[in-house]
């Protein structure tokens, strides 16, 4: 299909390489830079130490638990919207027919509306003599749950939040599922379990990994709902990192965290863009 | 059988129903709260009342960060489009040499944490002595929603057949002619919609705003501010006027798009 055009594809290509050359390579590089300067200094390039990073290791210091924390929330996150998702993803494909469009402008809406903006609807709803507790209590009930600044709720956030990130990649994914492949397994004898297994699931299966991973990103870097939902009970790792920014002032050492899950994230990124195909994935429609 | 497939379908239109619902209650909550009198939200509401809407609307300061919201947003609307364009044709119309490493370097910024993007963009402004300000914000946005609108274009430039332009090559067209004449109305509603895309996440967006708008503030920066420390119900009231803003952005936007796909069918 494409055209054999060697120079005008460079071309093409440049000034969104310009842009991401010095609007993201080079800032992660000044951040590695400045996580070996001194720690609460700001002399970049003309101090060297491996302070920061040996302080994070030291087994004194708790940071491990705000990894540990937001390993969980994204992998709870990416499990709980695969499951929310899939039926949503399969009905978009096969059941809604021309009302598809109007459901996924449903569920792009909410991303042009500020996450803070978001999230806060949800503590008026929770919040003493909120939607939900003032309901009940004029319903002559008890009142509502205590949910509010709880990691359960972290959780129901991040889910929240992050449902269209899942939903899209997973609806494309299942978009590329021939139905005569589907029809032809059930008429060879396959049973609805079976033909999921081994015929629906594999097909879709480069989707459903770009949302998952997407989600699984999105969910270890995410801060909004810690800091409006949870309150202070749980400390992740991207607050840990803001933190070392703002309040302590230290930028070497958050630029040694965010070094950390730098890494991280672009490895298991590398690692599964390397199984896909992203012509196929985009290009049918 | 039959019923079998019956009952699927009615249980997944009514679990989409059920997560919309899930989806639209917290924006719901947030516009009741904006309504009730007083300066505390309780609920079931005693009285509605429209003073905080006309407080908002009425606020110097509230007009100010809305100005600021707006000239970031179009900003960055006009620049990621005309970037993004020739993104989308390197990552689907050209076969080039680098096209796969390109079309994954480019998803990077997407799967990138936003706090932290923000943050290393205030460190790398700070290292090269830039002084933040609304327009190193329209930057930050551009790293995050260029690789988004390049996406949203190469699914139009995939449906695209080349050959068109050679032809147009062929019958003697300039350059610039082919472009004009054939490339760009082929692909206008995918532009379009990337367009949409740009204004609408430049418009809600928070964590870039936070660390690299320097003194400007935008909207999602002051509502954040107001939400930690002071509420008023002005928070409420000014979050659900930026979501009605952006609904009629988008309907509008659509709207056009619509009617532009339809006149193309005749």
Known sequence: MALPLPKAGTRAALPVAILLLLGFIAPLAAIIAYSFATPRSFDVFSSFTLENYAGLFDPGNTVWLSFLWSGFFAVATVVLLAIIA???????????????????????????????????????????????????????????????????????????TYLPFMLFPMTLGLAMVPRDLVDAARDLGAGRLQTWREVELPLAMPGILIGMLLTFVLGIGAVAEAKVLGGQSVIVIAHDIEIAFTYSQNWPLGSALAVILTLFIGALTLAVFGKLDLDRLLGRR | ???????????????????????????????????????????????????????????????????????????????????????????????????RLFQKLILLPIFFPQPVLGLALLLWFSALGIQTSWLTAV?????????????????????????????????????????????????????????????????????????????????PKWLYAKMVAGYTPMVPALGTMSTLGAALALGLGGAILYLYRRRQMR
């Not at chain 1, 909410?110 to 209590?137: C, Q, T």
């Not at chain 2, 609920?43 to 007009?63: L, R, V």
């Open chain 2, 139 to 219: 930057f930050a946005h551009l790293v995050w929603i260029v690789p988004v609108v390049t996406l949203v274009i190469s699914i139009q430039v995939y449906g695209f057949d080349p050959t068109l332009e050679e032809a147009a090559f062929d019958l003697g067209c300039s350059r610039w002619q082919v472009f004009r004449e054939v490339t760009l109305p082929l692909l206008w509603p995918g532009v379009w919609s990337g367009m949409l895309f740009a204004f609408l996440l430049s418009w809600g967006n928070f964590p870039l705003s936070l660390y690299t708008a320097g003194a400007d503030s935008t909207i």
């Open chain 1, 86 to 160: 899939y039926p949503i993803a399969y009905g978009m494909n096969r059941l809604f027919g021309r009302w598809s469009s109007l459901v996924s402008i449903l569920f792009v809406f909410p991303l042009f509306v500020s996450e803070n903006v978001r999230l806060y609807g949800w503590v008026l709803f929770f919040i003493k003599n909120g939607v939900l507790d003032g309901s009940l209590k004029a319903a002559g009930l008890e009142g509502g749950p205590d949910l509010l600044f709880t990691p359960p709720m972290i959780l129901a956030g991040m889910v929240y």
């Open chain 2, 1 to 99: 059988m039959e019923q079998a497939a019956k009952r699927t379908r009615a249980f997944i239109a009514l679990w989409t129903t059920l997560v919309l619902v899930v989806i639209y209650l917290p924006i719901a909550c947030g516009a009741l709260a904006s309504l009730s009198k007083g300066r505390y939200f309780g609920f079931p509401i005693k009285q509605f009342s429209g003073e905080w809407w006309e407080k908002t609307a009425s606020s110097i300061e509230i007009g100010m960060l809305t100005r600021t919201s707006f000239a970031v947003a179009l900003t960055v609307t006009v620049l990621s489009v005309a970037i993004a364009f020739f993104g989308a044709l390197a990552f689907a119309r050209y076969d080039w040499k680098g096209r």
